[in-house]
């Protein structure tokens, strides 16, 4: 009869303290993201904070991302962004959800940051998290693709880039025809990776030949990068 008890009691405990552990006020952010000038950013967001006491069921939450005391982005349907960040920026996470992603398009030199995430839940409280801040790393130079070739009587090309905004990825060009294929997928947090594939059948008039790649970013800045077709 007592271990009957005894059981539930251990299982609540166990299951309260893993809450507790979870539930502070945490937001779990890249530390620094390398993004190129004129490009744009997906900064991908989640936020925590401790369950309230009372059995009060919250139903509003304001989301605003701030670059010290200016607004860069809030879920808030109407909020008036002054000049600098209007129309450059989206909330995309769902702030029920403790999804505070947000996306920063054109991203220039003065973007470097830091940005913090502020959340404002009327029914409960507010919190500011200054102290995991997220610093942008504004490069000018597009990084050249990767080209790689397979020859055998198909001429197998890959072209791969790594950006941070998966909702506007590279455009990518090729100088020769063939069939084109393009996949994206996440390298971590913030930095994702596109691949264009290129194949067509192999002709000897090919042979030594060049073959490029042409990666057109967001923002228009374009690098291309060239290999000679050889047996
Ligand atoms: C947060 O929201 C972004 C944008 O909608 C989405 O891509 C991402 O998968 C979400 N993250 C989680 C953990 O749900
Ligand atoms: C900024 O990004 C560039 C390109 O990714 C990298 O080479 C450089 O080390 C970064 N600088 C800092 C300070 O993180
Ligand atoms: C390919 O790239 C090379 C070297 O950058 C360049 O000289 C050549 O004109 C390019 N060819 C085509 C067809 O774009």
């Excluded at 530390?31 to 997906?42: E, H, N, P, T, Y």
């Excluded at 029920?96 to 995430?117: E, I, K, W």
């Excluded at 590279?170 to 290129?198: A, D, E």
Aim: with cysteine.
């Amino acid at each position: 009869m007592e271990l009957k008890l005894l059981f539930p009691f251990l299982m609540l405990h166990v299951i309260h303290d893993v809450h507790s552990s979870s539930s502070q006020w945490t937001v779990s952010v890249p530390k620094r993201i390398s993004v190129l000038q004129g490009s744009c950013v997906v900064i991908p967001c989640l936020y925590n904070y401790p369950k309230p006491k009372s059995k009060k069921i919250l139903t509003r939450w304001k989301g605003f991302w701030m670059n010290g005391k200016k607004v860069v982005s809030t879920n808030v349907p109407k909020w008036k962004l002054i000049k600098e960040y209007k129309k450059r920026t989206q909330f995309l996470g769902n702030i029920q959800a403790r999804n505070c992603t947000m996306l920063l398009d054109s991203v220039g030199r003065n973007d470097a940051g830091p940005f913090h995430f502020r959340i404002e839940m009327p029914q409960y409280k507010s919190y500011s998290y200054t102290t995991t801040p997220v610093t942008i790393n504004v490069t000018r130079i597009p990084q050249p693709p990767t080209l790689s070739v397979e020859m055998n009587e198909k001429v197998t090309a890959s072209c791969s880039v790594s950006h941070s905004c998966p909702t506007i990825p590279p455009q990518f060009s090729w100088s020769h025809r063939g069939i084109v294929n393009r996949q994206s997928k996440r390298l971590n947090t913030w930095q994702w990776q596109t691949v264009s594939t290129l194949t067509f059948p192999y002709r000897p008039s090919d042979f030594n030949k060049p073959l490029n790649c042409t990666v057109l970013y967001r923002g228009g800045k374009q690098v291309t990068s060239s290999m000679i077709l050889r047996m």
